[in-house]
């Protein structure tokens, strides 16, 4: 089935310096006092609480996102068959959370075109455009839950990730997402596999963001111009970048993919904190103290990004500081 006709990342590049994506989805459930102590992670909520996933989006929205990704990361057709949970609800709940999304984005939408009746519509076009909806495609370490995104070394073959990866795709697809989001990919041979399964469905396009050990490498050790050499074939991949590392490892790394590709470079980092896979809790380091988010975004978008958010422990004011900067 196909999404569009027109790549959506391109159409929006081409009237406005940059994409806003929006913030952490798990972290902020957990603010609204959602329990994820859960190999499903976010996606419990999917079976508990959907109300609060539509509500996280509209947040994001109203603080100025300009695209949406889906509560989707952790939702698999094999993580909710260990939750008894059969295939066929299974892929009824990973087209709802491109529903929720969708549902968050009309109404704030809706809402916007009421307030600016008497405003100058053109304008407000120019300022911001219709937001998008990206549905979350996370890697094969999501579903093992024991940190295994941040390594990528799972000893799997291509056929074994395709067939773990296709009925979520095509789940999201059916589902009518503007586009999907390969995210925190820790491996290349994983890059490759969801590239060419993306090969199947015709119109659909995809950004492709990777998980890193530094700002040179991605998280098992690959080069990101490597990385850049072996995707720049794949027109259906609209934007390569980074999500979930460290702003001073991002910055590095989104120059990097700037220096040898001419698609639009995404970044969208996590707050700096780090997560232990075995207690499932994260930790502040000392040496995490940065810049506010927006002087941050600032030096992505001179190192090269293009699609800047926030990841994992981001906040909706956050983001709201992203927008603050190319809508003032």
């Given at each position: 089935?196909?999404?569009?006709?027109?790549?959506?990342?391109?159409?929006?590049?081409?009237?406005?310096?940059?994409?806003?994506?929006?913030?952490?989805?798990?972290?902020?459930?957990?603010?609204?006092?959602?329990?994820?102590?859960?190999?499903?992670?976010?996606?419990?909520?999917?079976?508990?609480?959907?109300?609060?996933?539509?509500?996280?989006?509209?947040?994001?929205?109203?603080?100025?996102?300009?695209?949406?990704?889906?509560?989707?990361?952790?939702?698999?057709?094999?993580?909710?068959?260990?939750?008894?949970?059969?295939?066929?609800?299974?892929?009824?709940?990973?087209?709802?959370?491109?529903?929720?999304?969708?549902?968050?984005?009309?109404?704030?939408?809706?809402?916007?075109?009421?307030?600016?009746?008497?405003?100058?519509?053109?304008?407000?076009?120019?300022?911001?455009?219709?937001?998008?909806?990206?549905?979350?495609?996370?890697?094969?370490?999501?579903?093992?839950?024991?940190?295994?995104?941040?390594?990528?070394?799972?000893?799997?073959?291509?056929?074994?990730?395709?067939?773990?990866?296709?009925?979520?795709?095509?789940?999201?697809?059916?589902?009518?997402?503007?586009?999907?989001?390969?995210?925190?990919?820790?491996?290349?041979?994983?890059?490759?596999?969801?590239?060419?399964?993306?090969?199947?469905?015709?119109?659909?396009?995809?950004?492709?963001?990777?998980?890193?050990?530094?700002?040179?490498?991605?998280?098992?050790?690959?080069?990101?111009?490597?990385?850049?050499?072996?995707?720049?074939?794949?027109?259906?991949?609209?934007?390569?970048?980074?999500?979930?590392?460290?702003?001073?490892?991002?910055?590095?790394?989104?120059?990097?993919?700037?220096?040898?590709?001419?698609?639009?470079?995404?970044?969208?980092?996590?707050?700096?904190?780090?997560?232990?896979?075995?207690?499932?809790?994260?930790?502040?380091?000392?040496?995490?103290?940065?810049?506010?988010?927006?002087?941050?975004?600032?030096?992505?978008?001179?190192?090269?990004?293009?699609?800047?958010?926030?990841?994992?422990?981001?906040?909706?004011q956050q983001i709201a500081e992203i927008a603050a900067v190319w809508r003032d």
């Open positions: 089935m196909k999404i569009s006709d027109q790549n959506p990342i391109a159409a929006i590049l081409d009237n406005h310096p940059v994409l806003i994506l929006d913030g952490a989805m798990a972290t902020e459930l957990e603010r609204h006092g959602c329990n994820l102590d859960d190999p499903l992670w976010s996606a419990r909520v999917l079976l508990e609480q959907p109300e609060l996933i539509r509500r996280v989006h509209e947040d994001y929205f109203r603080a100025g996102a300009d695209c949406a990704i889906t509560a989707s990361y952790q939702a698999t057709v094999e993580g909710f068959a260990a939750r008894g949970i059969e295939e066929a609800e299974a892929l009824k709940l990973i087209r709802q959370t491109v529903s929720l999304a969708a549902q968050a984005r009309d109404t704030f939408w809706m809402q916007k075109e009421d307030e600016q009746k008497n405003e100058d519509p053109a304008a407000d076009q120019r300022q911001r455009p219709k937001p998008l909806v990206a549905a979350s495609v996370g890697p094969y370490g999501a579903f093992l839950a024991d940190g295994s995104e941040y390594v990528g070394h799972y000893g799997f073959s291509d056929e074994r990730l395709t067939a773990f990866h296709r009925p979520r795709m095509q789940a999201l697809v059916e589902a009518g997402a503007d586009l999907l989001a390969f995210e925190t990919i820790p491996s290349l041979q994983e890059a490759r596999v969801l590239a060419n399964l993306l090969e199947e469905f015709p119109g659909t396009f995809a950004w492709m963001s990777f998980s890193l050990r530094d700002g040179q490498t991605i998280s098992e050790g690959t080069s990101i111009e490597e990385c850049v050499q072996a995707l720049e074939p794949y027109a259906q991949i609209a934007a390569i970048g980074v999500n979930c590392a460290p702003s001073s490892a991002a910055a590095e790394a989104v120059a990097r993919f700037a220096a040898c590709t001419e698609k639009p470079v995404l970044v969208y980092p996590n707050s700096g904190e780090t997560y232990d896979a075995t207690t499932k809790t994260w930790h502040v380091r000392e040496s995490t103290a940065c810049l506010p988010f927006a002087d941050s975004a600032r030096a992505w978008y001179e190192a090269g990004a293009r699609l800047i958010g926030g990841c994992c422990r981001t906040t909706p």
